[in-house]
């Protein structure tokens, strides 16, 4: 007997595969075959029906929360540049960090109310649970956004252009977000060089305890190193861009 | 009229290349991309970390774990003692699968009976953990294909279907990111460079300007679909011979026809991408109704999950989607060695689609008019 799966889509091809096979297994499981000297008796933790949505939900707050906090706050902040309304703000009163924080505080708060948004649709229509408290979700997402606003903000000083900011964003931002979190791909499977890459992927850190925080409940013992690490990369990309300011307004 | 149209299409593309910074992200960043993405997606299973809680101190348990631990897809196999650590190996991600051999796994075996052993997936990661399961499945299939031969030689070795992968025989996972990516990287720049044509212009000021001018909104949508359509289809054919040449993978369609979809299929992005400019008063409402329209187009083409699997509505929406069309023809010319026939009945789609979304973009523009 044999089984011809369509090669050109491989993921699927080997699913239906696998299925295949299982299927022949029972079949002759139940026609009294002796059962397997050696079985494995499978069990999926955290999504016992396997149901792609329950991951691939929280994944997608993330990517959301990536276009919130990076592209928008690149694209008003190169907006000031690009029309030369900066150095206007940067020679009133105000200091460059009370300028920044008004600029981001918006945002902060956007990306919050996003996050709350999208986890209520997630858990009232599809049906994910969150095994996790809200306390923790919002606690995530908040230490996300250091990153996301500190990486729209460099993008926004390095292009000062919107156009220029846009292709940036989306191409060191919602595309890592996309491909290297660990949301659609297994990092484990990647090469060591891109594997190594995604350290510095905010998203990756993020997807992983969103995952956590619906699926499985609040796991602190992964959340608090996750968390550091965002705000490393953070703490990177603020110094960054605050090196970069001063030394243009000279 | 036509030196009027040449001068619009100049006009355009300096706008566009002029900047050396805007130059350099046009073109420079999404090649680096086809590259990184392209090792870095793949849906396989390799280097995968499995924990392992042997309650079982005979041969059998150490047999198995011993294959499990040469396989091919196994970057490492941790030891842990207690239930405790079993389950924190899984909840901290440690682990994708965790193999549990019970007291009397090996005394089982060796009395002949079925001996089974328990194993814990992370469902976080379902698709992952399905794939490495199927693995683990295969080597105990085997160990008890083997033992069962051993215990009545002759007997009848359990029949299993021979599964065979058309087309790309090793399931090589670049064979089919390559081609995919070369359609949503060429895609996603078509959109931006257009999205904010109109945007940019109205943000300016200048498109009263252009409205003024004698030229007509149709040759404004032409002036400004020429550039976003050359550089899309070059940067999507750049990407397609990279796949030949640098990834080696087989090409066994038509050139020619590949490349008349691949304009097609940008078209309708270019499209799609006027129309959301047209309605849109900044360059930051048109970035964000790029992305709400793009992230859908991707994520309904089937290039992320089969369109088979979706709910019917769903499936309905998809056929609106230009990048489905794009994705059949593309994998299709590489491995299949497509007919022109359904070369042509999935690229008329795409034809629809961009006079649809063009003229739309017209009508809109010609409404600001009056």
Redesign the interface.
């Known amino acids: ?15 239906v ?2 299925y ?2 299982g299927v ?2 029972n079949w ?1 499981a139940g026609r009294g ?16 029906e ?3 949505r ?2 691939l939900l929280p994944g997608a707050i993330a ?1 959301i929360m990536t ?1 919130i906090g990076t ?2 706050t690149a ?2 902040v190169s ?1 000031e540049w690009e029309r030369g309304t900066m150095e206007a703000l940067m020679s009133t009163p105000a200091g460059i960090l009370e300028i920044l924080v008004g600029k981001l505080l918006p945002y902060f708060g956007l990306g919050l109310i996003a996050t709350l948004v999208c986890a209520s649709v997630s858990v009232t229509l599809f049906d994910v649970p969150l095994r996790g408290s809200w306390f923790a979700l919002l606690a995530l997402s908040a230490v996300f956004l250091v990153p996301a606003l500190g990486q729209g903000l460099l993008i926004s000083a390095l ?1 000062r ?4 900011a ?3 964003a ?2 060191s931002g ?2 890592p977000a996309l ?2 979190s ?1 949301f ?3 990092i ?4 060591l060089v ?1 594997r190594a ?2 350290h510095v992927v905010a998203a990756r850190w993020f997807v ?1 305890t969103l ?2 925080v619906f ?2 409940g609040d ?1 602190w ?2 959340f608090l190193p996750n968390m550091a690490f965002m705000l490393a990369i953070g703490a990177v990309f603020f110094t960054i861009t605050a090196v970069k300011t001063r030394k243009s307004l000279d | 009229m036509i030196s009027r149209l040449a001068a619009q299409i100049v006009k355009e593309l300096l706008s566009l290349l002029r900047d050396p910074r805007s130059r350099l992200v046009l073109v420079g960043p999404p090649l680096l991309q086809l590259f990184i993405f392209s090792f870095a997606a793949t849906l396989d299973v390799t280097n995968v970390t499995i924990a392992v809680l042997n309650d079982d101190s005979g041969r059998w348990s150490q047999e198995l774990v011993q294959r499990v631990e040469g396989a091919r897809f196994v970057g490492e196999l941790i030891h842990v003692a207690t239930p405790a650590e079993f389950t924190a190996s899984i909840e901290r991600r440690e682990a994708i699968a965790a193999l549990r051999f019970p007291a009397d796994f090996s005394r089982k075996i060796g009395a002949g009976k079925p001996a089974q052993a328990q194993v814990i997936l992370d469902g976080r990661r379902a698709n992952s953990s399905q794939i490495t399961f199927a693995y683990l499945n295969t080597i105990a299939n085997d160990l008890g294909a083997e033992l069962r031969a051993a215990g009545a030689p002759g007997g009848a070795r359990a029949l299993s279907p021979a599964v065979r992968h058309w087309f790309n025989p090793n399931l090589i996972y670049l064979w089919f990111i390559v081609p995919s990516l070369s359609g949503i990287l060429a895609m996603l720049i078509a959109l931006i460079v257009t999205s904010l044509s109109i945007a940019r212009e109205r943000e300016l000021g200048t498109f009263e300007q252009l409205l003024v001018s004698p030229a007509h909104p149709i040759e404004i949508i032409i002036g400004k679909t020429v550039p976003a359509l050359l550089i899309g289809t070059l940067l999507g054919a750049v990407m397609i011979t990279a796949g030949v040449f640098v990834f080696r993978i087989p090409f066994t369609g038509s050139a020619v026809l590949l490349a008349g979809s691949l304009m097609l299929f940008i078209l309708s992005m270019v499209g799609i991408g006027l129309t959301v400019s047209s309605v849109c008063q900044t360059q930051q409402q048109a970035i964000l109704g790029t992305f709400s329209v793009a992230v859908p187009i991707v994520l309904i083409s089937g290039f992320t999950t089969p369109i088979e699997n979706m709910p019917d509505w769903l499936q309905l929406i998809a056929q609106a989607s230009p990048l489905k069309y794009y994705l059949i023809i593309v994998r299709g010319s590489f491995m299949k060695a497509m007919p022109p026939t359904d070369i042509f009945a999935n690229a008329w789609p795409m034809g629809v689609i961009a006079l649809v979304t063009l003229s739309s973009a017209i009508v809109i523009v010609r409404r600001r008019l009056h």
């Open positions: 007997m044999q089984v011809i799966t369509d090669g050109t889509q491989p993921n699927t091809a080997n699913f595969g696998a295949a096979e022949v297994r002759l075959q002796a059962a397997a000297p050696v079985e494995l008796i499978p069990r999926f933790w955290f999504n016992p396997v149901e792609s329950r991951f990517i276009m592209l928008l694209m008003v907006r292009a252009n919107q156009f220029v846009a292709q940036i989306l191409i919602f595309l491909l290297l660990g659609l791909f297994e484990d499977s990647m090469p891109i890459l995604t992983a995952q956590s699926l499985s796991l013992a992964q």
